[in-house]
């Protein structure tokens, strides 16, 4: 699989087999992440991997926590594509699960992931984060594994600090579940659309 298949095929995972992540397999994808860009080549960025005991224990940390509020309908949001929603909706349905289960709890549950990883930044300088986590993802599906980048999990970021010995002084900016993807699972039937060259590119000097 070259790079351009790679950021083609891959997808966002919500179904996870259960089968352990080596730590050697988790090291080459984030050997090839840390080529990423970034400002002024700052690399900053640190990151945390937990699995067994201590990421199932953080999981259900979260969603206990957000068990303790009202249900609402994720992806409410006007600036959330139709096309999401409606992919979403279908695969909480074949599962049979509501909405808020399917996308909401199972962020929080990191999607029963074997493996979370935490992607922090130290002080308060720009976002070399993104450009880190997208070249991890490609590299994930490139070498078999299954990857979802997640949201939620940051609204409760003091719990990920506690769990897993984060330090005070850094900032988590991003939390990905990671792991063999489950390709029977309904949760996994779905891959958001994306739109055409011509709706957002322009040529400027070309014939």
């Not at 050997?31 to 699995?51: D, K, L």
Request: aromatic share 8%; charged share 20%; proline share 6%.
């Amino acid at each position: 699989m070259n790079a351009v298949e790679a950021i083609r095929d891959r997808r966002s995972i919500r179904a996870f087999l259960s089968r352990p992540v080596s730590k050697d397999l988790i090291a080459q994808v984030l050997e090839a992440s840390r080529w990423a860009p970034s400002g002024c080549n700052r690399q900053a960025w640190r990151v945390t991997v937990a699995t067994g005991e201590r990421c199932r224990a953080l999981a259900d940390s979260l969603v206990e926590s957000i068990r303790e509020r009202e249900p609402h309908t994720p992806c409410s949001s006007g600036s959330t594509p139709s096309a999401l929603v409606t992919g979403l909706s279908q695969q909480a349905e074949r599962l049979g699960q509501s909405l808020w289960e399917f996308v909401v709890v199972g962020s929080y549950a990191f999607y029963r992931a074997p493996v979370v990883v935490v992607v922090s930044q130290p002080g308060s300088g720009g976002d070399d984060v993104s450009p880190f986590v997208t070249t991890m993802l490609i590299a994930a599906h490139s070498l078999g594994l299954g990857t979802c980048w997640l949201g939620y999990p940051l609204s409760h970021a003091d719990l990920i600090f506690q769990a897993l010995d984060i330090p005070e002084d850094e900032r988590i900016r991003a939390v990905v579940a990671l792991g063999y993807p489950d390709l029977d699972s309904p949760a996994n039937a779905f891959r958001s659309p994306r739109d055409e060259l011509e709706s957002f590119v322009r040529w400027v000097g070309f014939d």
